[in-house]
């Protein structure tokens, strides 16, 4: 349980970081909040798989493959910078996700790298894919860093500002307030996110576009904020922190990109209504020309029904076929000759009856 306060504003707040325990079962505010600020970025990716002109069977897809290529990022990235010996000593405590400890940029990495896996072999265009998925992050970023207020971590140095936080948790820093540096990266991934959405919408000019400007904007703001807060894993052989460097790269590159891209106009989906007219498009998903997801697509059960009940149905027309013509002129051609058979010796006998006009005289 965790004593908060913002003392200039007055605020006070008891908060616990399990939100309830059965047993030895126990869900933890960090996780519920995590998992929400995911499945409200999964509907909102959805919704604009339309627009985006993106199959939403596929999108699916990469959505499941680029979380565990997420969640094996981030305890990776967190992992390998840790500056301890605790998974030097026990390699096994790695397993131990549940017990805190992982890194924002190598989810993001290990979720591009697996989604945009998925997505190539889903024979979809994958720098849609990256635009679309760029919002979703900016959406799952802006949730789920309310876990690490719950938590009380992820929170910076002394400050005076009118905001500054205190708790159990900051005082063992420093007994002045501090900076909420989750705060801050949250409004800061939410205005991303309000204006990349309507970028994306009305102004994009290619696919892919969106991803890079995501790429620096959320670098930006964490090459700053981090440089505030006092948990931030270091490199191991410069006094350097890790996001930083990790932002600083990204930015400079994403930078580079767009300049070379700067003529670009290959859009498949929703941006720039000059663009979308060059390039002919409708707000409509094409037809799809293979399979809709990594697994193949099963025969539907109609096809599979369809031969039986052809052969039934010949079964069927067979049993009350009309006789070929062979047959019927076979049938007639008898029928004939017994009518005739029949007239024959009706005549003959009549002849015998009535004698001729000869004999008569």
Not at 19 to 28: A, C, Y
Not at 159 to 187: I, N, R
Not at 289 to 295: C, E, K, L, R, V
Request: hydrophobic share 45%; aromatic share 12%; net charge negative.
């Amino acid at each position: 349980m965790y004593h908060v306060e913002f003392p200039k504003f007055g605020w006070e707040f008891d908060l616990s970081p399990t939100v309830f325990k059965i047993g030895n079962f126990e869900l933890r505010w960090y996780g519920l909040i995590i998992a929400c600020g995911f499945l409200l970025a999964f509907i909102y990716a959805l919704y604009s798989a339309k627009k985006m002109r993106i199959n939403q069977d596929k999108l699916i897809n990469c959505v499941i493959f680029g979380l565990i290529g997420g969640i094996v990022g981030a305890r990776l990235y967190y992992v390998i910078f840790y500056s301890g010996s605790t998974y030097r000593d026990n390699p096994l405590a790695i397993f131990n996700i549940f017990e805190g400890g992982l890194g924002i940029y190598g989810g993001i990495i290990g979720a591009l790298l697996v989604g945009g896996i998925t997505a190539k072999i889903c024979k979809m265009k994958v720098s849609a894919v990256l635009d679309i998925a760029s919002l979703g992050f900016l959406i799952g970023q802006c949730i789920g860093r309310w876990g690490n207020f719950v938590n009380q971590e992820a929170f910076g140095t002394a400050t005076d500002l009118p905001w500054g936080m205190t708790s159990e948790a900051t005082q063992k820093f420093t007994s002045s307030p501090v900076h909420p540096c989750f705060l801050y990266e949250s409004l800061w991934c939410l205005l991303g996110f309000i204006l990349l959405h309507f970028f994306t919408r009305k102004l994009r000019r290619y696919d892919g576009q969106t991803f890079l400007l995501y790429l620096i904007w959320y670098g930006v703001g964490r090459f700053f904020i981090e440089g505030l807060r006092t948990d931030s894993l270091l490199t191991p052989f410069i006094n350097l922190r890790v996001s930083q460097l990790v932002a600083a790269v990204t930015v400079l590159a994403a930078v580079v990109l767009l300049i070379v891209f700067h003529k670009k106009t290959s859009l498949t989906g929703c941006g720039s209504k000059k663009v979308m007219a060059m390039n002919q498009l409708v707000d409509e998903i094409p037809a799809e020309d293979g399979p809709s997801t990594i697994f193949g697509d099963l025969p539907p059960v109609d096809a599979e029904e369809a031969p039986q009940e052809e052969n039934a149905a010949s079964a069927s027309e067979d049993s009350h076929a009309v006789p070929d013509s062979g047959e019927t002129e076979g049938e007639e051609s008898g029928a004939a000759e017994a009518a005739v058979a029949v007239e024959a010796p009706e005549r003959s006998v009549e002849d015998t009856e009535e004698p001729s006009s000869d004999e008569n005289k």
